[in-house]
């Protein structure tokens, strides 16, 4: 007979802890159409992740939520798609990827520092490391934008850069945006990952009987590109 | 400092405002090797992304291919077997040396120690020689298939990697000891740069960068994949001082962290379940399991990933073209992008002779931040 | 008036030293020793620059780690004579390891006109052939002989270093065929007593 001692795996605090932000968030947010649940990887990762999908007027309210208290100091990335098929409230999305880190300055001790280590096996409720995964869709138009979380995280200034560079979706209150990854003088309104912009020879299939290609002309051979 | 300099450690420039000698205002100016390819990927099948993803980070190429890899088995939901697991860890282990080597062999004529370029470049020849008996190539494996490996440890793999690996801890101690010495070194790396943690996991700093302040996180602990939770291993922790985590301990994360690797390629040849002597043949199912081929549009994967010089994120979107053969939008987090700009507000205060030392102590590599 | 002594001094001595030259030209060329001498002139210059090609510190992506390597200890290229060099006004060769891409297209072409004659280009590796796996990128462009022109193309991604150290053997005996590249006209013919050029 295996009864559980209340000891604990670290996956379950996960959980636990994951279902904690579920909650705060469910409580904090009712109302404004958010939606939040949690999710696991379906490889890979043991832990569970928290999955928020919001609106697009309370993106910088439910940043700052997110940072301060439910202590997501990590923003890993900030990435845009566009689905010109998609469903109509959902023409372009902004995707976030947040992290709990919980990291703190190490605390000083007689002029040196203490070094924090954290023993992974007894890491509780706000302490444990979580993912988070916000989405955002942007109705039809033809210049997407969404409120920009550059105070909030200082990591938030270059990934909307690099979104508005290369998607083409714009963030409200960013100062200085500007082309981080093409050359400065790209034309104005060229950003390549719409999908109506093809890469170069996009229709070049396979030829088993011309390997190289030297036979085949593409569709578009004669137009400027 | 334009993209053509010694000391940039990769295609980038540096507009750097002095006053004197010393450093007023940095602009870092990046994309001068944007292949674009995220774009590119809309059209690939995914196992032929895996190629693209080994050129992102060219000094650490098994790692983002892995990082790739372990993003689509997420997406298209793919278990994959222990054994496999293993010989993933070992291979990004190996890697990660090798990366480091690179970086201590780059990062040390830039402080003046050129003996310990040639000195790391001929470890990191070792762990390329064994990454090529693993892999096939000296650089650029792709290695890691959807569902597992594309081939098992080869024979008598486990016994050169048990012998090169004692001896590189040995030389590894040999390099230390010529650097610790150096008064040079101390002294250019020592009170040079300093980062604070929490400044740096704002920014979105992550890595070595953030261990060498102080606190022990470390993607693989915090959110383990692979098998990493049955591996003897400790984490990479600096103690720093007040101001923060200076070059010295950026350098000193570092070199544990090639150590920590090394113990853990010893554990894992020493733990992989079936043994590290047998040689499974390709396509067996102990390597490698059955992944199907197409996402379904709505499907998203994503994982993050302990790259050599930080987390990286693969995240990736089905339902592309071909009903699904390709991935709708493939969106790579590097951990560079962000440390970049903060390195260069690192470098402000100081003068303009500490630029290698700060810039190349944050380890840059241009290929993944332009991806 | 002493400065005016001087410059008449210096003015008649250039003058003295173009008529002086002017006649040991004839003189030579009357003898073919001219032609003698600077054909040994010409192969001895050939030969200085063939055995000390100094490439320029450029790395463009990943050849530019196997280049590195190949410059490390196990694969040695300074034995052949060639010494990365950091300004490209004391290099012969500019290898291109890695794609070309737009933002970098004007920098490349500032650096080849950078370096003095005689010079070479060396394209390292798939992307700077032909555009590599990114041909089909919107930033890319396709190889760097579209921009400048290339002499030795080693194919690889990416090339083994033994592969570029070949690589400047067959550009040496590039070099020895076609003699050395000068932007005067006749480099053979140049005379070596008396600067001229």
């Known amino acids: 007979m295996v009864f559980s001692l209340g000891i604990k795996t670290r996956g379950e605090y996960a959980e636990e802890a994951a279902q904690q932000v579920i909650d705060a968030a469910i409580v904090r947010w009712q109302g404004t159409g958010l939606e939040a649940e949690v999710r696991n990887h379906k490889s890979g990762m043991a832990r569970p992740y928290v999955y928020i999908k919001c609106p697009r007027n309370h993106w910088r309210a439910v940043a700052k939520w997110l940072r301060f208290e439910m202590g997501a100091d990590h923003c890993s990335m900030i990435t845009g798609i566009h689905w010109p098929d998609g469903p109509d409230d959902c023409k372009w999305e902004v995707v976030a990827h947040l992290m709990r880190m919980n990291v703190i300055n190490p605390p000083e001790r007689g002029g040196w520092t203490k070094q924090v280590i954290r023993d992974p096996k007894i890491l509780q409720d706000d302490d444990v490391p979580m993912e988070f995964e916000v989405s955002i869709s942007i109705p039809d138009t033809r210049n997407p934008s969404v409120q920009s979380v550059q105070e909030v995280w200082m990591g938030a200034d270059w990934n909307e850069k690099e979104t508005w560079d290369l998607v083409g979706i714009d963030f409200e209150g960013h100062e200085n945006m500007r082309r981080v990854l093409q050359p400065h003088d790209t034309p104005v309104g060229f950003h390549p990952l719409q999908r109506q912009h093809k890469i170069r020879y996009h229709d070049f299939e396979v030829m088993y009987d011309d390997a190289q290609g030297f036979g085949r002309k593409a569709i578009d051979e004669g137009k400027t590109k | ?371 | 008036m002493a400065d005016d002594a001087q410059n008449y001094s210096m003015f008649n001595s250039q003058a003295l030293v173009d008529v002086v030259g002017d006649t040991t030209d004839a003189a030579l060329e009357a003898s073919s020793i001219k032609k003698f001498i600077s054909v040994l002139a010409g192969r001895f210059f050939n030969w200085g620059q063939r055995k000390s090609l100094f490439p320029l510190h450029l790395g463009i992506k990943c050849c530019a780690l196997e280049m590195a390597a190949a410059g490390g200890g196990r694969f040695d290229a300074e034995r052949f004579g060639v010494f990365f060099r950091s300004s490209p006004r004391q290099c012969d060769v500019l290898i291109v390891n890695g794609p070309v891409s737009k933002k970098f297209a004007d920098p490349i072409v500032r650096l080849w006109e950078q370096m003095p004659e005689p010079k070479w280009c060396i394209a390292m590796g798939e992307c700077a052939i032909s555009g590599g796996p990114y041909y089909q990128s919107y930033n890319i462009l396709e190889g760097v002989d579209t921009l400048i022109p290339v002499d030795v193309y080693v194919p690889g991604c990416p090339p083994r270093p033994e592969a570029l150290i070949d690589g400047f053997a067959h550009l040496r005996k590039k070099i020895m065929k076609m003699g050395v590249k000068s932007s005067s006209k006749n480099v053979g013919d140049a005379p070596i007593i008396i600067g001229d050029d």
């Open chain 2, 1 to 371: 400092m334009g993209p053509q300099h010694p000391m940039t450690h990769g295609l980038w420039t540096l507009k750097v405002k002095v006053d004197g000698e010393t450093v007023v205002d940095t602009i870092p100016d990046l994309g001068y090797i944007h292949r674009g390819v995220e774009k590119i990927c809309e059209s690939r099948d995914f196992t032929k992304i895996t190629t693209y993803c080994d050129r992102l980070c060219y000094a650490s190429a098994n790692t983002w291919s892995h990082s790739y890899i372990y993003a689509a088995e997420d997406l298209l939901e793919v278990e994959v077997p222990e054994r496999a697991e293993y010989i993933r860890v070992i291979a990004v282990e190996l890697q990660r040396i090798a990366s480091h080597l690179m970086w201590l062999g780059a990062f040390c004529p830039d402080i003046g120690n050129l003996t310990a370029f040639v000195w790391c470049l001929r470890e990191r020849e070792m762990m390329l020689d064994l990454l090529q008996e693993l892999g096939g190539s000296r650089m650029h494996y792709n290695f890691p298939r959807i569902g597992g490996v594309k081939r098992d440890l080869p024979i008598g793999f486990a016994m050169r990697a048990r012998a090169k690996i004692k001896l590189f801890l040995d030389r590894i101690q040999e390099t230390e000891q010529l650097l610790d010495e150096s008064t040079v070194f101390l002294v250019r790396t020592q009170g040079v740069g300093y980062a604070k943690p929490e400044e740096m996991v704002n920014w979105g700093v992550t890595g070595p960068n953030v261990r060498a302040g102080g606190v022990n996180y470390d993607v693989r602990w915090a959110h383990p994949y692979s098998v990493y939770d049955q591996l003897d291993w400790d984490v990479s922790v600096e103690r720093p001082s007040i101001k923060g985590a200076d070059s010295y301990d950026r350098y000193r994360v570092r070199v544990d962290e090639m150590r920590q690797s090394a113990l853990m390629c010893l554990d894992a040849l020493n733990k992989i379940p079936g043994g590290a002597e047998t040689h499974y043949s390709e396509g067996d199912p102990m390597i490698i399991s059955k992944a199907k081929e197409r996402a379904e549009e709505g499907k998203t994967g994503f994982h993050h990933f302990e790259d050599s010089r930080g987390e990286s994120m693969f995240y990736m979107v089905g339902g592309g073209d071909q009903r699904g053969k390709h991935p709708y939008r493939i969106s790579i987090r590097s951990p560079m992008f962000l440390t970049i700009p903060y390195a260069s507000k690192c470098m402000i205060g100081y003068k303009v002779a500490d630029i290698p030392a700060i810039m190349g102590s944050f380890d840059p590599c241009i290929g993944e931040t332009d991806r």
